[in-house]
Every structure is written in C-alpha cells, then in structure tokens.
C-alpha cells in the first residue's frame, strides 16, 4: 500500500511540485490530466485539507520528471528548486 502523507506535510510536498510545474509551464489542469488525478485535489492539498499517498506522490513526479525523493525532502525554497534539471539541461529560465 505505501505510505500516506497528512495534511501538512501534503501541503509542503504539493507546493513544491506546483512551483516546479510553474517552472514547466504547466498547471494542476495538465498534472491532473497526465496523472489522472482529481483537479480538485490540488487545491486541498495545498491547503492542508487533504492527505497524499504514495501511489499519488509517484504519479506526480512521474509527470514532473523529478524524484520522489526531492518532492518529499525539498522545502518549498525557490532556491532549491531553481537547480532541478528540465530535460536534463538544468532551469530553461530563472524562477524569479
């Protein structure tokens, strides 16, 4: 079954992914669409309304192309996360 995250945590981890996503010009609509998970799930989570598990967690970094080691140890930090490969060539533009 895996592990699941609560609510707090969830919200740290979600909004990692969402800053990393924004640096990939993507939204929750595209995630939700290439993961198959509930948009409106994103919204819960990054409020701390909502717990994540794994299999999602999985899901999402899949997508994002990170590991899942840096969503769950990354502080939401645009400094550590400005250094996170794209397509293997680093940042393609400088989180501001």
Request: charged share 25%; no cysteine.
């Amino acid at each position: 079954m895996g592990y699941v995250l609560g609510s707090h945590r969830a919200a740290r981890v979600i909004r990692v992914a969402l800053e990393i996503a924004q640096g990939r010009k993507m939204n929750t609509s595209a995630i939700s669409r290439a993961t198959g998970i509930r948009r409106t799930f994103f919204p819960d989570w990054k409020n701390g309304r909502r717990t994540l598990n794994q299999e999602q967690i999985l899901k999402i970094k899949d997508v994002l192309g990170v590991s899942e080691d840096h969503l769950l140890l990354a502080q939401f930090d645009r400094s550590t996360i400005k250094g996170i490969m794209i397509d293997g060539q680093g940042p393609k533009a400088p989180l501001k």
